[in-house]
């Protein structure tokens, strides 16, 4: 199981010590560092930053938003990065939710996701390929344009830029069954949320068959602490701003998630408690144990023990969402 490290997106602003955990995890042995976005900073440019200032640590977005960009400006600034990077790039896709593409993007929502999503894949790698000019008759993405308020001029493309890699790995973020199993069909691997090692069936049949060489690569936040409890607590608020608030209370894929786990009446009052503007009781609402199965926290040796469970299963690469240095090195050393 290789190591990677989780640096997420900014709050209210950057975090100076990013760059040097990126060389810190480099130096480590990590095998890639990753950055994301909600509805702040972007994925892309803090992490050509990293790149700019290490060598060998492979550089993932986990995830770049679909409805931020249209799936071939996506594309370019995969295919740029990669040349930049000297072909360590590999794009991380989601497709979030309605109150994000539609409240912050103005996007609609597509009424059919896995639809959008594998039209969207398929004209990443048409660019990435390059073999001829990229056209979809897609219902979501149609290139070239033909609405009627169009003018009917625009013409099928080829990327003027040689992609560095044709096979530039594309991964997604996938929380429903459905969605998991196509996951498996069209992307090279896959980036679950809140990966609980002892029951991966919550994701559905697909997780067991599994292709060959498929990347499975949840993140967790690791911290090396005495009290557990203590140490769950950012875990905790991660949780209580995702199942609260990065939905709507009618539609809210992560809180349906932590349903499937078995957290559904948990899932429902962190909820209430969120859109009531308690957001603290919000984030105590959250079950101590769904927050530890998630997550590996506490003394050096129960994360030892705790480890082995990841590795038994079908993840790949553990991202490591952790800003402690410590942390890190002592999580290396246990991956040996």
Known sequence: MRLGLALG????????GHVALAQEAERLGYGSVW??????????????????????????????????????????????????SGGRMTL????????VVEGWYGRPFPKSPLTATREYVDIVRQVLRRQA?????????????????????????????????????????????????????IADGWLPLYWAPTRPEVYGEAVRELPEGFVVAPMARVKVCDDVTEGLLPVKAMLGFYIGGMGHAARNFHADLMARMGYGEAARRIQDLFLAGRREEAVLAVPDAFADEISLVGPRERIAERLELWRKGPVTDLLALSPDPHTLRVLAELNG
């Open 35 to 84: 950055t994301a976005e909600s509805w702040g900073s972007d994925a892309f440019t803090p992490l050509t930053w990293i790149a700019a200032r290490t060598s060998t640590i492979g550089l993932g977005t986990g995830v770049a938003q679909m409805a931020a960009r249209s799936p071939t400006t996506t594309a370019m600034h995969a295919l740029t990065l990669d040349h930049l």
């Open 133 to 185: 000019p990229v056209e979809s008759d897609g219902r979501f993405h149609p290139l070239p344009y033909r609405g009627a308020d169009g003018t009917g001029l625009g013409k099928a493309l080829k990327s003027i830029t040689h992609p560095l890699r044709r096979d530039l790995p594309v991964l997604l973020g996938a929380e429903g069954p459905k969605n998991v199993a196509q996951t498996a069909r």
């Open 9 to 16: 997106y900014w709050g209210r602003g950057p975090d100076a």
């Open 92 to 99: 991380g896709l989601g497709l979030s939710g309605p109150q």
